[in-house]
């Protein structure tokens, strides 16, 4: 099977480059490398060369039409999006381009070409909102109504795929994500807590925690991750699907778990809450597991450990 993996680059899309080469599938790759690395593919170009392609293009540029044009791909799988919420809120049109108009560009492309169906990023984190502590973890019933302008335009993209499908019968599955960690994410920027507290303990760096430390997330490893979007290339007709571990873990816990697993015996750095930071989180994925028989299957024990290995791995 031909696929096509914008954000291909990025922490995500190439661990789900890497999966897809292995099953036997070939892979076209749009990144504009803003976030994403080329060194991230490298492993997969040097053992899969002949299947794999790499475009630098943006998800906004025509370029994505002529590539698809090309070489028809089968799935899609869109990950490529401006993922910083803060971000969001200084610039809402600049994330509404590419997030939006960019989600636009790429479905307009695939159902000129004939793509069987498009795999798409959504985000569980945001799209429901503050929801109530009561209702967690969040199952898809749950209203959407998203505080940041990042959360709006991934609900906005969500329903464009259900009018895609309904006006040109483009399949879809949107996976709502859950805080995902693992090797190759970027300590810097936009990032992930377990990245960042993986980089400066192996560092001998103080992490700093924010509050009380018992704000809680859903973190969910990047391979169960590219595992549910694999299998929705073949199953879920026009779902959005949560894809997290249900389990509320706090900042705390994450903390004492990964400064142990790293020799580091210091307590961290406290600080001041952040304004506007979600208290808790937690996605319910037992739909997931109806639709796509899929379940998160990596415990956040051997998740960070595979985190600190890789870290290690690049000192």
């Known amino acids: 099977m031909h696929t096509l993996v914008t954000g291909g680059a990025g922490f995500i899309g190439s661990t789900l480059v890497d999966r897809l080469l292995a099953d036997g599938h070939s892979v076209a790759v749009v990144d504009n490398l803003w976030s994403g690395n080329t ?58 381009d590419v997030n939006i108009m960019g989600s636009l560009n790429v479905f307009e492309a695939a159902r000129r070409v004939g793509v069987r169906k498009v795999v798409v990023a959504s985000s569980g984190g945001t799209i429901y909102g503050e929801p109530a502590p009561e209702a967690l973890p969040v199952d898809e019933s749950h209203p959407q109504r998203p505080v940041s302008p990042y959360g709006v335009a991934k609900k906005v993209v969500d329903d464009y795929l259900y009018a895609y499908k309904c006006l040109h019968s483009l399949d879809f599955a949107a996976m709502a994500l859950a805080n995902v960690y693992g090797p190759r994410q970027d300590p810097n920027g936009e990032a992930g807590v377990v990245a960042i507290f993986a980089a400066r303990l192996l560092a001998g760096e103080p992490c700093t925690v924010y509050g009380d430390g018992e704000q809680t ?23 959005l699907c949560n894809i997290g571990t249900g389990v509320e873990t706090s900042v705390n816990r994450l903390y004492e778990a990964m400064a142990t697993a790293a020799g580091f015996d210091a307590p961290p750095v406290r600080a001041p809450a952040r304004a506007g930071e979600l208290a808790r989180s937690a996605l319910d994925p037992s739909y997931a597991g109806e639709v796509l028989g899929w379940k998160p299957t990596t415990s956040l024990e051997d998740g960070t450990a595979a985190v600190l290995d890789w870290f290690r791995s690049r000192a």
């Open 217 to 239: 997330r859903d973190f969910v490893y990047v391979d169960d991750v590219v595992d549910a979007f694999v299998r929705a290339a073949d199953r879920g007709e026009g779902v």
């Open 39 to 96: 060194a991230n593919l490298a492993p997969a170009a040097a053992a899969h060369g002949d299947r794999l392609q790499v475009h630098h293009l943006d998800v906004r540029d025509p370029g994505v039409a002529d590539v698809m044009a090309a070489a028809p791909p089968e799935v899609v799988f869109h990950l490529a999006a401006q993922a910083d919420v803060r971000v969001s809120v200084a610039r809402p049109l600049f994330d509404a």
